[in-house]
Each structure stands twice: as C-alpha cells, then as structure tokens.
C-alpha cells in the first residue's frame, strides 16, 4: 500500500560521532576553526559536529546516513570541507521535500572550552542549513576525566534534528 508518509508531518533524527584528537591539525568544529593545540583526525576535515547533524538530518528523511553518501573510501572526499557535506544534505533534503526546523546538539570534550563559540558555531551552522540560529542548540559537556575523551584523545558528539515538510 502506497503510503504518504509526509502527512504525519514533522520526523526526528539522531546523529552521533566520534573522531581522535592529534597533534597537528586544526580543531574544525561546528563549521569553525578553534585554536587549540590538536585537531580532529579524519578523512574528511574531522568536523564531528557537523557530522552527527548531518547524520541526524538523513536519518530523519530516512535517507541513509553519511557514510552512504561520502563514503570515506572515496578519494574525492579525501579533506573535504564538511561544511560543503552538510550543504549537500540540506539540497538532498529538499529534493525530497524536506526542511529542517530545529536541532539540537552536545558536544562532549574535555578540552577546549567550548562555551565562547557557542555563538559562532550557532550562526555558521544556521547559514548552511538556511533557518534562524535560535533554531541551532548547541552545548557542551566534558567526560569528567573518564576514557579517551576524559584523556583529552577524542571528542564526540550528538545532534537531534526535527524536519517537516517543505512549502
Ligand atoms: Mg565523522
């Protein structure tokens, strides 16, 4: 039975991500640059935030995730500005008819202190998925010492996403 499965109107997302801490790169964040003496390993510019919203924004549509579509085998992305990744997903969502209304998200590090970008993170990310940055929730936790996150060897994070229909 053909089913619209827009009717019910608003779907949620989870995204998650996890990358290595190493001396050497820049700390890409939530579509920024933070100083901080390491950054985040990965294929792509390690940008994890911006991965798990993404995640969670396909995940919502119910279009895959981002290793579905980016695969991290693919040359092509090899670097990639994960900005210019999430740009994509927000096309790909409204070629399906869907827009985002809000999302919310943690990061959990335990180093930097995440809180004074806070505000940048919040309107770099509102201009790439197109909404107001009272839409963007951003907040940060550390891991108390614990694991490798607590070592300062890694930083994850976790998004929500609520879309709804376009137009
Ligand atoms: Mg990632």
Not at 20 to 48: N, Q, W
Not at 73 to 80: E, L, V
Not at 101 to 111: P, Q
Not at 138 to 147: D, L, N
Request: no cysteine; charged share 20%; hydrophobic share 40%.
């Amino acid at each position: 039975m053909a089913e619209n499965t827009k009717a019910s109107g608003f779907r949620i997302g989870i995204g998650y991500d996890i990358h290595t801490l190493v001396e050497g790169r820049p700390l890409t964040l939530g579509g920024i640059t933070i100083p901080f003496g390491k950054g985040l390993l990965g294929h792509s510019d390690g940008d994890a935030l911006l991965h798990a919203i993404a995640d969670a924004m396909l995940g919502a549509a119910g279009l895959g995730d981002i290793g579905s579509h980016f695969p991290d085998t693919d040359p092509k992305y090899r670097g990639a500005d994960s900005a210019q990744l999430l740009k994509l997903v927000v096309e790909l969502l409204s070629k399906n008819g869907w827009r985002v209304v809000n999302v919310d998200s943690n990061i959990i590090a335990e180093r930097p202190k995440m809180s004074a970008h806070f505000g940048e993170m919040r309107g770099r990310i509102a201009s790439i998925l197109g909404v107001g940055a009272d839409r963007i929730g951003v907040k940060a936790r550390t891991s108390e010492g614990i694991g490798a996150i607590g070592r300062n060897s890694a930083i994850s994070t976790h998004a929500v996403v609520l879309i709804e229909p376009a137009g």
